[in-house]
Structure formats: structure tokens, C-alpha cells
T-cell receptor, first 111, second 111 residues
Framework: DTAVSQTPKYLVTQMGNDKSIKCEQNLGHDTMYWYKQDSKKFLKIMFSYNNKELIINETVPNRFSPKSPDKAHLNLHINSLELGDSAVYFC??????????FGPGTRLTVL | KQEVTQIPAALSVPEGENLVLNCSFTDSAIYNLQWFRQDPGKGLTSLLLIQSSQREQTSGRLNASLDKSSGRSTLYIAASQPGDSATYLC??????????FGTGTRLQVTL
């Protein structure tokens, strides 16, 4: 029933590890996004995919690599995790420029 | 580069009061403007979307206005309730469906 879902909800890991966050939407949308919300609660876009093609790639380190196996999924893989990567990561989807629907977020803590 | 600012950063009002949240943006070349609500530890919920050609949108006790030429939007909440307590985020959509978020207004409605 959930429109945009993310797994896991919480992720605690050591510096230097590699981790992935998964996102799925069942709304039939053609565009999916990843956002990062830092400790000051500021939300900033990281990536956007339209029909499995990357259309927005903000100034994000190469350690972050999004992967879209199909229109309903957009996963985020992070290599060599650093302390500064600790944040809440939100996935969202929309039909082109219409209302974006957000997932519940994944709280990543890097120790 | 688009910048979105929200004033005030925090607001506390007694139940039943009407209130106005403000949002301003620097680049008027937007496709639409959205107001979101975020509860602590939760994702974002879209409240209202105003297309660039529209002046306002209403949903229940919420009314959002848009003055694109001056780069301003307001969210009016009528007869506030404790359940309205949350952080309210304004976001504008630019090219490639890119959402730029404001800094948020943390609202507390007291009994």
C-alpha cells in the first residue's frame, strides 16, 4: 500500500564501509530522486532519474552512486563511508515536475 | 543559483490563532512552488502545489499564495490546532524538476 518505501529505516556503520539504501515507488511515476537532510535539517537534492536516466547530479562525491534498475526503483550505494555522510536520506518520486512524494527516510549514522 | 528563505525560523502560537508563514526565492524562473510538512523523525508530506501560472491554492484550513514576480509565497493556516505542530518547508521547482528547499519554519501550536 505504501507509495514510496525505503530500506533500511536506520543504518549504523563504521567509517570506511560500503552500504546501500533501497527505494521503491508503486505510483507509476517516471522520475525519482535522492535528497540528503543534514543535522541542521536542511534538505538538498543529490540525484534525479527520469525513466532510468540520470538527469540531475549535484556536487556529490563520487563515493555516492545511484542505480536505477527500472522505473520503480532507485538505489543509492555509498562507498568508503565518512563521518560527514551521517544524515537522513530521503527518496522521492513524481511524474515530471508535479508533486513529489517522499519516502519515510533512512537515518544513516557513521561511527 | 536558486536560494529559498523562510521566515520566521520558528513560531509558537496558541491554539485557534490564524498564522502566516513566509517563503522567498531569488530566481523567479520556476515551474511551481510546493509547501510540505515534516513531523519529527518522519518524511515529508505535500500540502499544496501552486503552478507558476496560479496565484493561490486552498486545501481545508490552508491557503497558499504565490507572487512569482516578487519571488514570494505565503502559507496561511486558519484556526491553528496542536496537530498542526510540525516543520513547514517551502520548495520551488526549477529546470529538470529540481526542487530547491527553504530552511523551514518550525511551528508549535500550544493548548
Amino acid at each position: 500500500d505504501t507509495a514510496v518505501s525505503q530500506t533500511p529505516k536506520y543504518l549504523v556503520t563504521q567509517m570506511g564501509n560500503d552500504k546501500s539504501i533501497k527505494c521503491e515507488q508503486n505510483l507509476g511515476h517516471d522520475t525519482m530522486y535522492w535528497y540528503k537532510q543534514d543535522s541542521k535539517k536542511f534538505l538538498k537534492i543529490m540525484f534525479s532519474y527520469n525513466n532510468k536516466e540520470l538527469i540531475i547530479n549535484e556536487t556529490v562525491p563520487n563515493r555516492f552512486s545511484p542505480k536505477s534498475p527500472d522505473k520503480a526503483h532507485l538505489n543509492l550505494h555509498i562507498n568508503s563511508l565518512e563521518l560527514g555522510d551521517s544524515a537522513v536520506y530521503f527518496c522521492a518520486s513524481s511524474h515530471e515536475g508535479d508533486t513529489q512524494y517522499f519516502g519515510p527516510g533512512t537515518r544513516l549514522t557513521v561511527l | 543559483k536558486q536560494e529559498v528563505t523562510q521566515i520566521p525560523a520558528a513560531l509558537s502560537v496558541p491554539e485557534g490563532e490564524n498564522l502566516v508563514l513566509n517563503c522567498s526565492f531569488t530566481d523567479s524562473a520556476i515551474y511551481n512552488l510546493q509547501w510540505f510538512r515534516q513531523d519529527p523523525g518522519k518524511g515529508l508530506t505535500s500540502l499544496l502545489l501552486i503552478q507558476s501560472s496560479q496565484r493561490e491554492q486552498t486545501s481545508g484550513r490552508l491557503n497558499a499564495s504565490l507572487d512569482k514576480s516578487s519571488g514570494r509565497s505565503t502559507l496561511y493556516i486558519a484556526a491553528s490546532q496542536p496537530g498542526d505542530s510540525a516543520t513547514y518547508l517551502c520548495a520551488v521547482t526549477g529546470t529538470a524538476s529540481k526542487l530547491t528547499f527553504g530552511t523551514g519554519t518550525r511551528l508549535q501550536v500550544t493548548l
